[in-house]
């Protein structure tokens, strides 16, 4: 029986930045609730909301203090009961974010459960947070040392410990009971660590993924990833049954099969990070497209508009929205929202607040986001908002719509036809998809009718980092 989401496009909101409608600044819950028809309108079949639980927001929600109620900036249960029954009622799913790997320092478990981390009495090897220094911090009150994947405010889960598993486990029942349809699950490959806490080896080469310079000295085979991931996987895999399980694996895509045979989909970084040339992305493509998850960006890197420039936003959003699986579009992309600058002082430590910028709805000064100060305003809501893409059929807006519309008659398969003078190509069943990355004009040699085109276009021709598909 197909799945939901094998042809799927999630729409990924970032809660405190997508729409306020209580005037504190903040978006919310019912915030979202208000703005479903934007996501009905652009045709996507679910929402993946970053994490809604009550959080110090060290790490803006990723360092979770109770995993079973909502961020009162956010609003209540009910809040969450009404969003996901008018979502439901629009045939949208909902998928929330698990963070299974840690959580704040705050959550009651660490002080009730402390054996439910990772501790010891001198810092036992070499291991490194990505997020800056060693990742083991001194807790003051007991004077031992506990590790920490992330921030120090931020305390990985020892998944060695049997009480961990069932209590995330319990975590994602409750969610699933009130209607959620599935998980982005964070740092997935931290859940596997070695048990002897070995030191993790001197790397030999550049990593695949970008990481910090610091971090990439190192090659992460002990502090993550280990083999015995897989059993924490299960677990998760039990608790979710049929529910949808993405994970967020911070790995090349030649690692993700052992995940992928328990979850169900893993976010494709490879292709997120890949240098901007057709030949590159080709051979992505090439290595298989099957349990991967296609995005572009998200809201901790810069957003595809400042990344790839803006000449390239029609050409990225047809490659992920043509690709065979599932597609992620990061809200604001889909107007073309670039990067912002960071607030002073930043709200986020690792300098991450460009991307988290408020959602432009309006072309009023603070962009229809909210009546209040906006926690990070909008940047240029006069330039791009969605009232005006709505209206305008030439806008970036609008292709989104058509993109969405077309792949669902699009066959879950792939036959990469190869690069030609800058221009990429693959087809679909009876669709061609010609991608014309060179800054020229180039010809498109596809018998057949064109359905689709990301900038006006004569007959014959593909536009300059443009895209048309055809049908045959
Ligand atoms: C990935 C999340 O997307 C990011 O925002 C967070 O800081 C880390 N995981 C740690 O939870």
């Known amino acids: 029986m197909p799945r939901w989401w094998e042809k799927a496009v999630v729409y990924q909101i970032y809660p405190r930045s997508f729409a306020d409608s209580d005037g504190d600044g903040s978006g919310d819950l019912q915030g979202i609730r208000q703005h479903l028809d934007h996501l009905s309108d652009l045709g996507v079949d679910a929402l993946w909301m970053s994490p809604i639980c009550p959080s110090p927001d060290v790490d803006w929600g990723y360092d979770v203090s109770d995993y079973t109620d909502i961020h009162t900036d956010f609003g209540t249960l009910d809040d969450f009961d009404e969003l996901v029954r008018d979502a439901h009622a629009r045939g949208l799913k909902v998928v929330l974010d698990l963070v299974p790997n840690h959580t704040s320092i705050e959550h009651p478990w660490f002080r009730q459960h402390p054996e439910r981390y990772v501790w010891a009495d001198e810092i036992p090897n070499n291991w490194l947070s990505v997020f800056g220094?060693?990742?083991?911090?001194?807790?003051?009150?007991?004077?031992?040392?506990?590790?920490?994947?992330?921030?120090?405010?931020?305390?990985?889960l020892d998944w060695g410990n049997p009480d961990v598993g069932p209590a995330i486990g319990d975590a994602m029942r409750f969610w699933f009971e009130r209607g959620a349809d599935g998980f982005r699950v964070d740092a997935l490959s931290r859940i596997g660590k070695d048990p002897a806490l070995r030191d993790d080896p001197q790397a030999t080469e550049p990593p695949v993924l970008p990481l910090p310079d610091e971090y990439a000295r190192l090659k992460h085979v002990h502090s993550r990833n280990y083999a015995n991931v897989e059993e924490r996987l299960a677990v998760l895999r039990k608790a979710a049954g049929d529910k949808l399980l993405v994970g967020e694996v911070f790995l090349p895509?030649?690692?993700?099969?052992?995940?992928l045979r328990h979850i169900d989909?893993?976010?494709?970084?490879?292709?997120?990070?890949?240098?901007?040339?057709?030949?590159?992305?080709?051979?992505?493509?090439?290595?298989?497209?099957?349990?991967?998850?296609?995005?572009?960006?998200?809201?901790?890197f810069s957003r595809v508009a400042s990344r790839l420039g803006e000449e390239n936003v029609r050409l990225a959003a047809t490659l992920t929205l043509t690709l065979p699986g599932p597609a992620f579009v990061y809200q604001g992309d889909e107007i073309g929202l670039r990067d912002g600058p960071e607030a002073d002082p930043p709200h986020d430590r690792r300098g991450r607040d460009a991307a988290r910028h408020a959602m432009q709805w309006t072309p009023d000064p603070l962009g229809g986001f909210t009546t209040g100060t906006p926690w990070l305003p909008p940047i240029d809501p006069e330039e791009r908002n969605v009232a005006d893409q709505r209206r305008d059929p030439g806008s970036l807006l609008n292709l989104y719509r058509e993109l969405i519309r077309l792949r669902r008659d699009m066959p879950l398969e792939l036959e990469l036809l190869g690069v030609d003078d800058g221009v990429l190509s693959y087809r679909r069943g009876d669709f061609t998809i010609a991608l014309n990355f060179s800054g020229e004009e180039r010809p498109n040699h596809f018998p057949g009718a064109v359905v689709l085109a990301s900038h006006p276009t004569a007959p014959g021709k593909v536009q300059p980092y443009g895209a048309v598909v055809v049908a045959s």
């Open 265 to 300: 989909l893993a976010f494709a970084f490879e292709l997120m990070f890949a240098r901007w040339d057709p030949e590159e992305i080709a051979r992505i493509l090439g290595e298989g497209w099957r349990g991967l998850a296609w995005t572009l960006s998200n809201h901790d």
């Open 253 to 259: 895509t030649s690692e993700l099969p052992r995940y």
């Open 133 to 156: 220094n060693g990742a083991w911090s001194r807790d003051e009150e007991t004077g031992r040392y506990y590790l920490h994947s992330f921030f120090p405010e931020q305390p990985d």
